[in-house]
């Protein structure tokens, strides 16, 4: 059974696939924002290259102290640009930045170094667990030998389980030194520091397995610190839920699609 596996692609140049609301308006608003910058990037290559030339051999080269119309055209036509960027610029970040009510559930994260501790906390279901990069030596194991769903240095020994199609809070805090909570698809990127919990949200609708990394550096294994999030029906997700708090290695066993 083939899965969607969120992750960065060799030569890649553009922004990972989105699995949230939030990243596909942060690719709609790249999207946008390139439609305005690049014929400003070709126009001022041009001109550059045509006064150049023009002035190839002059030893006098002219100069234009005052021009009104082109004082007021310089003025006008970046106010006109950047008031385009900023009407959806502030509503993608307005949409990020909102919390949605009534979370189906809140999952806390905490920062250590070198790995990440996810907390469950639902009635009659409390139970947390560490999350540490996947060694070489663990691959058969834990049944993760495909290096396409488990990617060097990106996949984990224990992913975080979210359900797909439902909101989930995310609350994230560091129990050392600053670290960054980063997954691209998701369009999320929260900075975890110590003594201070910040939240926020995602919403995935494609299952998958999706990666990140720790984006502020936090010491000597900082490039060793990645982050799986595994998304599954709400059906799974329930499945799982009931039989992590007991047995963990079998939740997760059940959860894998025997790669």
């Given amino acids: ?20 609301p939030v990243m596909k308006q942060i690719n709609q608003l790249m999207s946008f924002t390139n439609v305005l910058l690049f014929p400003i990037l070709a126009f001022v290559v041009i ?3 045509f006064l150049c030339c023009k002035n190839v051999g002059n030893t006098v080269i002219s100069q234009t102290n005052k021009n009104l119309p082109l004082e ?4 006008i ?15 993608a970040l307005k949409y990020q930045m909102s919390q949605k009510r009534l979370p189906f559930i809140s999952i806390k994260v905490t920062a250590h170094q070198w790995y990440w501790n996810y907390e469950y906390n639902l009635i009659g279901n409390r139970f947390n667990y560490n999350s540490n990069m996947l060694k070489q030596q663990q691959r058969i194991g834990l049944k993760k030998t495909n290096s396409g769903l488990y990617p060097e240095l990106l996949a984990t020994d224990y992913e ?4 797909t199609r439902r909101v989930v809070r995310i609350l994230i805090t560091s129990a050392d030194v600053i670290h960054g909570f980063a997954v691209p698809s998701f369009g999320l990127k ?3 520091i110590p003594g201070k919990l910040t939240d926020a949200w995602i919403k995935v609708i494609t299952p998958g397995i999706y990666y ?7 010491g000597r294994d900082h490039a060793f610190m990645p982050i799986a999030v595994r998304a599954v029906s ?6 799982w839920l009931k039989l992590a708090k007991s047995n963990l290695d079998n939740a997760f066993r059940l959860m894998r699609y025997g790669s």
């Avoid at 975080?160 to 359900?163: S, Y």
Wanted: include cysteine; charge should be neutral.
């Fill in 72 to 75: 007021l055209m310089w003025t």
């Fill in 212 to 218: 990140g990394q720790c984006s502020e550096f936090c």
């Fill in 1 to 20: 059974m083939s899965i969607f596996v969120g992750k960065p692609l060799n030569w890649q140049t553009g922004l990972q696939r989105s699995a949230t």
């Fill in 234 to 239: 709400q059906e799974r997700f329930s499945n």
């Fill in 77 to 91: 036509i970046p106010i006109m640009i950047l008031s385009c960027i900023c009407e959806p610029s502030f509503k």
């Fill in 190 to 192: 929260i900075d975890a």
């Fill in 47 to 49: 001109a550059i290259i």
């Fill in 160 to 163: 975080l389980v979210v359900p």
